[in-house]
């Protein structure tokens, strides 16, 4: 973030609706000041109805670059000039930038979802992904696990409507997609030959904090060989991730999700590396997680 706020500074933020609650500015801002550049990273709220208008608007003043977050990542697609690929194949976008008279969209969910399993010593050929919730997160896990080349994932939902309309939402996803969606009964019986488990429904996050989207009995089935993974990155741990480290699994909190997804935002604006180490010290800071 710019020491001081001038007619030069250049203006990124994170457009959504709240808005209030986001660390985007923590951590964008952090690194801005880090690399000692003219810009300043801001929250913007936009109500749904207007999401037109603060586009344009958003043009109009010269907006360097925005994220977009809940309820946007999917609805901001009809106003976009271009969708990458893998936007268009996740369906939804996350982060804007604006060149040639547009708006540009990306998705930069995955890398950030991506970033901790690929920093593990594993091959994930032909393993089981079981993914816990079929929400706007769910998109990025899926494609990740995709990408990853997992040989099954397994999706679980509770609407059968959602359910359906999820899997048939891929129907245009290039490539193999190994997806199938079940609902929560099946869960015990999904659980033990899954190699990665990943929580991508809010159970558990605050005020919630005691609740685990496994019950004491589909535990059980949970090995030391299975990687937990939380999509939730406060409290840390989960009530999840405490159970699967309890069983000896390995765990993953979301927080490096999020700081990698911003990254890899930051980068695409600035066209050069960012420091990622200042954006996560500044994460921890706020979220007051002890640097272990
Ligand atoms: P979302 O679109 O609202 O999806 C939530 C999903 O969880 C839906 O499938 C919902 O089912 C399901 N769900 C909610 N409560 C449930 C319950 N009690 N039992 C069973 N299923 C339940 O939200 P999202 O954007 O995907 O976000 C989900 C979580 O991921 C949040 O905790 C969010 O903070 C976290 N997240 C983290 C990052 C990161 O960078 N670390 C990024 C994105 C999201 P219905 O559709 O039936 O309601």
């Avoid at 923590?26 to 300043?40: C, E, K, R, T």
Wanted: proline share 7%.
């Amino acid at each position: 973030m710019s020491q001081t706020i001038t007619g030069k500074t250049r203006l990124l933020g994170v457009m959504g609706h709240p808005i209030a609650h986001s660390l985007s500015p923590v951590m964008h801002n952090a690194a801005l000041q880090q690399m000692g550049l003219d810009y300043v990273y801001v929250p913007l709220p936009v109500k749904p109805e207007d999401l037109g208008t603060a586009i344009a608007g958003f043009a109009a003043i010269g907006l360097h670059g925005l994220n977009v977050t809940i309820p946007h990542k999917q609805a901001v697609v009809p106003y976009l000039a271009s969708v990458t690929d893998l936007a268009r194949a996740v369906g939804a976008v996350n982060t804007l930038w604006y060149a040639d008279q547009g708006w540009h969209g990306t998705n930069t969910d995955v890398a950030g979802f991506l970033a901790p399993l690929q920093g593990m010593a594993r091959s994930w050929d032909g393993a089981i992904a079981l993914v816990l919730g079929n929400g706007g997160a769910a998109r990025a896990v899926v494609a990740g696990c995709a990408q990853l080349g997992f040989g099954e994932i397994w999706v679980i939902g509770r609407n059968p409507d959602k359910l359906t309309a999820f899997h048939q939402s891929w129907a245009e996803f290039p490539g193999k997609l190994p997806l199938q969606v079940f609902s929560w009964e099946k869960l015990s019986h999904l659980l033990p030959p899954a190699t990665l488990v990943v929580n991508t429904t809010p159970i558990g996050m605050a005020p919630h904090i005691d609740q685990s989207p496994l019950s004491p009995n589909e535990l059980e089935g949970l090995s030391s060989a299975t990687i937990a993974y939380d999509l939730i990155y406060t409290p840390s741990p989960t009530q999840f991730l405490h159970q699967a480290k309890a069983r000896g699994a390995e765990t993953i909190d979301g927080l490096e999700m999020l700081v990698q997804q911003g990254a890899v935002a930051l980068e695409l604006w600035l066209g050069q590396p960012v420091p990622v180490d200042t954006m996560r010290q500044s994460l921890r800071q706020r979220l007051m997680i002890k640097t272990e």
